[in-house]
């Protein structure tokens, strides 16, 4: 199992409708679009989810933490 496409939501800064993209889309600040057209770049602040990915892939006991966490 690889963390990387592990997702998240997030909410359309136009329509603010839900959209899922993947830890790996974030890290890679994707731009992705939106059903309403709206053009969305993603931002990895820090690189923050890069080293979450990174962390979370060494470390088996952290990534169920965090599937559990993500589960709720
Ligand atoms: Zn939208």
Redesign the pocket.
Known sequence: MDISKQTVKLD??????S?TVTLQQVADETTIK?????S?KLTDSNGSAKKSIRDINKSFKSLENTLKKFGK
């Open positions: 359309c800064p136009e329509c603010k409708k959209i939106c059903s309403c057209g709206q969305i």
